[in-house]
């Protein structure tokens, strides 16, 4: 069956080249264009897409305002187009509802390969089937009292494709008595996770901040992998390499997961939020092997269920629980923090 995408951008040129390498990606197909976001909304009513890509920087309505009207009556899944110039922004619309971004290299014609390639991946990753995706194992979770009798020391946190808006809801909630830190790898470009660090650290209640290299872990403290750097937990320092891309990408969640539960132990809590591909299973398989406990968000909450999935496949999740179940989770270990 052909998904049908509808393309959105003032710029002729990028409406143009993104119709062509959409159609060139098998099962997908432009079924038209638009080029402002009011154009859109009225397209979006009228052709009924599987897909939207929406340029960020618009004249007129922009592509924030544009997603806030789309959600407003639509939970089609919208792909930000945007360049550094616009990063704030795109963090913005994450945080209203769009589903994910996709960056425009800096010369398309020179890129327009790789570009292809990475609209491929984020157009594919809303229409997997559930039977692709994973096929669920019955198993006994531990109860969360097991959780909750261990000192934990440690949250990491692990997800890709609609991560950004789930790491908002659950970063925002984080009680101000938290008293260990927090890791997370969300697969984001490089340049685009100091603004996402920024947005959430305004919003919360604890420091929020895009990790460094060699940097000292403080209690109480989030910290975001930055975008092109895998991050790992070595005594009490993060330590950033570029080392090659794990499961095609930088920063990967199974070398943060990995490293968390030799230091930790017993004492780690981890988390696998939505996404594409089985990125932390690995990392989870090594917290379940030193006794730590591990979540993984529910299929209904998930914008795509591969990541958790694939975890859950694994038989290396404890609980499957929506946002808010982590959420509460969370603000528990925080209370009985010995």
């Known amino acids: 069956m052909t998904t049908r995408v509808l393309v959105v951008d003032d710029s002729a ?12 990606v098998e099962g997908f197909e432009v079924i038209g264009t638009a080029r402002s976001g009011e154009d859109a909304l009225r397209k979006m009513e009228l052709l009924r897409p599987d897909i939207m890509t929406l340029d960020v920087e618009m004249p007129g309505m922009d592509g924030l305002q544009t997603i806030k009207k789309i959600r407003e009556k639509s939970d089609l899944p919208v792909f930000m187009l945007s360049s550094l110039q616009g990063k704030e922004i795109t963090i913005a619309a994450l945080e209203s509802g769009a589903t994910d971004f996709i960056e425009k290299p800096r010369n398309l014609l020179q890129n327009a390969a790789d570009f292809q390639r990475e609209l491929a991946y984020h157009l594919k990753s809303v229409v997997q089937n559930d ?14 009292e097991d ?32 008293a260990i830190p927090v890791f997370i790898v969300q697969h984001m470009p490089e340049g685009f996770t100091a603004s996402f660090a920024k947005r959430l650290n305004d919003s919360a209640k604890v420091p929020v901040l895009e990790a460094r290299h060699r940097e000292k872990i403080k209690a109480g403290t989030v910290y975001i992998a930055p975008g092109n750097y ?14 090659e891309k794990r ?32 990125d932390g299973t ?16 529910d299929r ?4 795509v269920f591969g990541m958790p999935g694939s975890a859950i496949n694994a038989g ?21 923090r010995k």
């Open 300 to 303: 209904e909450s998930c914008v």
């Open 247 to 278: 499961n095609g990408v930088r920063p990967a969640v199974d070398h943060l997961f990995e490293s968390a539960a030799l230091l930790y132990k017993n004492n780690l809590l981890s988390i696998i939020l939505t996404g594409m591909g089985k």
């Open 230 to 243: 895998h991050m790992q937990i070595h005594g009490d320092e993060i330590m950033l390499t570029q080392t």
């Open 282 to 297: 690995n990392g989870m398989k090594a917290i379940k092997k030193m006794g730590g406990f591990s979540i993984a968000q």
């Open 13 to 24: 040129f990028m409406r143009k080249i993104l119709t062509e390498q959409i159609s060139a």
């Open 147 to 178: 959780m909750l009798n261990q000192d934990m020391e440690a949250i990491v946190i692990g997800a890709s494709t609609g991560g950004p808006r789930a790491l908002m809801q659950l970063i925002q909630k984080l009680p101000q008595s938290l």
């Open 316 to 336: 290396v999740v404890d609980v499957c629980t929506d946002l808010t179940g982590i959420s509460d989770m969370i603000n528990k270990i925080a209370r009985v």
């Open 131 to 144: 039977d692709e995706v994973t096929q669920l194992k019955d198993s006994e979770p531990r109860e969360v």
